[in-house]
C-alpha cells in the first residue's frame, strides 16, 4: 500500500491494512539497530521535535533514539524552562516551532485531544507520544509488532490486557490495534478500574485473574499508575489488588506453555507482576522496549512522506 | 564588506553597512530551511554551546535549529543541574567550557552587560541572546529582516514600538537598529513605561495610540511582561491598558493600508492585540519567526570567521 | 598493549600499564580539539548516554563533547523529567536504555558501586562519571595527563591533594593512579577530614599545609564542597580553614619553582585558594580541562572495542 497520512494521532482511526504496513515498515529498520553503525540517512536534514507535556524516560528516548538513528535532528523541549509558564497557548508555540523549519512534532500531553488540536493548526506532521487517557499509539503497535514477532501472527490470539483499564491509553490503544487485527481481547481487572461501556470496543470484561490467566495467549500487565491515583481508592489496599490481579508464579502454573507477559514499562516490580517473571523466559518486556525503537523509526519515516 | 567582529554583543555598537552585510547574509541562509534537506556544511565540527539561564522556548530553539543547519555540534546548558549551584563564577564557567575547544556561546542572561563581560574574558565568540534590559540583538535584526523583506526598504519608514519601553531590550534594540537604517521611530504606551530620557535615543514619544495607529508603516506590539512587574503597578489595571493601548478592529480602521503588525513572542492573546489581528493578514508575526533562523544562521556564521 | 577491558569503573582496578595506555591514547585525541573541524570519525553510528542522577556541568559538557567529537550520538537524560520520580529501580532503566541499542552509558550517581552494579546487569559499557564517595577515574585520569604532559613523568614526584580527603572521589582515584605510576603522594587537611585509615593506600598523611607547599611537585587543591557538610562541621570556621590551609601568595614563596597547581573545578575563589593563585603562572587548572576532553574521548573509543 501508499501512505498518505501525515500525522499519527491514534489507532481507533487507522485500518487494519495501515496498521499492518507500520508493523510492515518496522520490520525493515528493525535490523538497523543491530549494525555497529546504527543509521540510515531517511530523514537527513529534517528536524524532529520532541514536546513533552509529561515526564517521560523510554518513550522520550526512544522517539529521539529513532529520528538520530534515520539521521534527522532532534530538539528536546520540556515543560520547564520553556515559555509554557509565560502564558502561551500550545497551538501559538507549536506554531512558532512549525515557523521554524520543523518536519515533525513528537507530542506528549495530558490531555486528551491536544494532538489532534495541534494536526489541524499546523503544517507539520503530528505524532502522539501519549494524550491524556485517550491513546498511546506507539506503544500499541510495538505491543503488536512483539505479538506478531514471537507468535507469528496476531489474529485467532487471545490478548488479556489486566490492571487500570479506565485510566490507560495503552490500553485504549491496545483495544484498537488488537481488535482490527483479530485478536479477541479480554479486559481484566477490579470492578471500579473497567469502564461500564468498555464492551462497546469489542472486548469481554473478565473480573477474574485466574480464567484469565489459563484462557491467554497474551497478558499485558498495565502498570499501577500511583501518581495517577491520589485521592481516590480504587481498590481497599495494594495487597488486596496484588492477592486479586498480581502476575504470581502460583498463578502462572495453570497457563498455556506459550503464554507470553509484557508490560508497558516502567514496572512495579512485586505488584503488577513479581521479578522472577519480570526477568523470566515468558517476559517479553525488554524486547518490547528494542522493537519499540523500529515501530518509532518506521512512524517518523512514514508520516515524513519521504520517497 | 569585510565582516571582522568576533561578537554580536548588541546593535549599539554596530554600523549600518555591518547590519546591513547581517540581513544580506540572512537572506543567502533563509532558502536552506525551505529545502527538503535543510543543511548546509558551513560550520561542520564546530561547537556551538547554548548558556540560557534564563528560561526561553523559541530564541533557544531558534539558535539550536540555526546551528544545527549549519552542521555545527549544539550543546545546551541551562541553570537547573548545573555548577551554578556550586557558586562558580560565570567567567570560571565560561573559561571551562572554552577549554572544551567551544567556538561559540550563546549567552542569555538576566544581568545587563554580561555578554560584554564574557567577551572581555574568553577567547571564543560571544552572541548575546539577551541580556538583561539591555540588548536582544537577533530579535531587532529579525524585525528589522521582516520590515525590509516585506517593505523592500526600511529607511523613511515610520515604526511604532509599543508597550514597556522601560524594561524591553527588544526595544531597545529595535532602536539602534531601526534609526541607524534611516526609519523614524515612535515609542507608545503609558508614561510609566516610558524612560524620561529616551528622547537622547533618537525617538519620538507618543502617548496616544491612536494617533501612532495612523501614522505608523509598521507597528511592533511589546509583550506586557507580567512576570517581570510584580510588586509594583506601571499602569491601573489591565482592562486600562488594552483600552488605551491594546490594538483592536476598531482602532485599526484608521491604519495605513499597508500597516504591518509585529510582536517579539509569546504573545498575550487578547492584551497587546486582539487573537484576530494576531492572525490575520497584516500580522508578520510567523514570518519574524521564520526570519530569526536565518538571522541567527547569518550571526553565528559571521562570528565564526568562516572563510 | 591490547585493551580488553568493556567498562571504566576506578582506577583501583587498572593496572600501571593499562593507565598508561589510557594516556597515550588520549594524546593522539588531543589534537582533534584544535583543528577547526573538531571530528574524528571513530565512533560513528554509535550511542552514548549520559545517566546524570547528580548535578554537574562540566563533566556532563566534557562527556558529550568527547561524544561528539568522536561522531558518536548522545543523548542526555537527568534525574528530573524522566522515570526515577515513578519508582523505576536502575538496572530497569539501564536495561530498558540498552534494550534501545546503546553502546555506552556514562553514569554519575550518589550512589557509590552503582556503575559496578550496572555494569554486572547490562550489556553495554559502563563509565563512571563519580560515584558517591568512592572513584571518578575520568578526573584522576585527566590529572595524571595533565601532570605527565607539564612535568614529563610522574614517577618520582610528589603529589599533594589538600583539603576533604574523607568526602572526595577525586582524592581516592587520584590516589590509585598516583601510586600506581609511582608517585608519593601526600594528603593534607585537618584531621576531621582525614580518613584514620588512609594511609593503607600508600599515602603519607600531613597536616602542616606550609610543608606540604614546600616539599611537592604538584598540589591538588580539592573543592571544599560546602553543599556536602550540612549539619556537621568539620572545621571550627571557613576563616580557620583558610588560615591553615587555603593556598595564598605568602604560602608560595616557600615554593619550589615549578610547582604547578591544580583544581578540579569549580573553584570556591578565596578558599581553596586565592584567585591570584587560580589565575597565575603556575596554575594548570583550565588545562585539565582541556585534557579531560582528550581522556574522555580516549576513554570512550577504548570501551566501546573499536577496531
Not at 528516548?61 to 515559555?83: N, Y
Not at 500531553?109 to 494532538?115: I, L, Q, S, V
Not at 487517557?133 to 505491543?143: F, G, K, N, S, V
Amino acid at each position: 500500500m501508499i501512505w498518505k497520512r501525515k500525522h499519527l494521532l491514534g489507532l481507533e482511526e487507522l485500518t487494519a491494512e495501515e496498521i499492518v504496513h507500520i508493523l510492515n515498515t518496522a520490520e525493515t529498520f528493525k535490523e538497523v539497530s543491530t549494525r555497529s553503525i546504527k543509521k540510515v540517512p531517511a530523514l537527513q536534514g529534517r528536524t524532529v521535535v520532541n514536546m513533552f507535556y509529561e515526564s517521560s524516560t523510554r518513550t522520550n528516548l526512544s522517539f529521539q533514539l529513532a529520528a538520530r538513528r534515520l539521521s534527522a535532528d532532534t530538539l528536546g523541549f520540556s515543560k520547564s524552562g520553556s515559555s509554557v509558564s509565560k502564558g502561551e497557548t500550545l497551538v501559538d508555540t507549536a506554531k512558532n516551532i512549525e515557523a521554524m523549519g520543523v518536519d515533525i512534532m513528537v507530542l506528549r500531553h495530558e490531555c486528551a485531544g491536544t494532538p489532534k488540536m495541534l494536526a489541524e493548526n499546523v503544517g507539520c506532521s503530528i505524532v502522539n507520544a501519549g494524550d491524556g487517557q485517550h491513546e498511546h499509539p506507539t506503544q500499541a503497535l510495538l505491543d503488536l509488532y512483539t505479538i506478531r514477532e514471537v507468535k507469528g501472527t496476531i489474529e485467532g490470539l487471545t490478548v488479556g490486557i489486566v490492571g487500570d483499564i479506565a485510566h490507560s491509553r495503552v490500553a485504549r490503544s491496545n483495544i484498537w490495534g488488537l481488535t482490527k487485527l483479530g485478536a479477541k481481547v479480554m479486559v481484566v481487572g477490579p470492578a471500579t478500574l473497567i469502564p461500564k461501556d468498555i464492551k462497546r470496543m469489542g472486548v469481554e470484561v473478565c473480573f477474574d485473574m485466574d480464567r484469565a490467566v489459563e484462557e491467554c495467549d497474551v497478558l499485558n500487565m498495565l502498570r499501577i499508575q500511583l501518581e495517577r491515583q491520589q485521592g481516590y481508592n480504587p481498590f481497599p489496599s495494594m495487597r488486596e489488588y496484588i492477592h486479586l490481579f498480581g502476575l504470581t508464579n502460583d498463578r502462572l502454573k495453570k497457563a498455556k506453555d506459550d503464554l507470553i507477559i509484557m508490560h508497558p514499562g516502567p514496572v512495579n516490580r512485586g505488584i503488577e507482576l513479581s521479578p522472577e517473571i519480570a526477568d523470566g523466559p515468558r517476559s517479553v518486556i525488554l524486547r518490547q522496549v528494542e522493537n519499540g525503537l523500529a515501530v518509532r523509526m518506521a512512524v517518523l519515516f512514514l508520516v515524513a512522506g519521504v520517497e
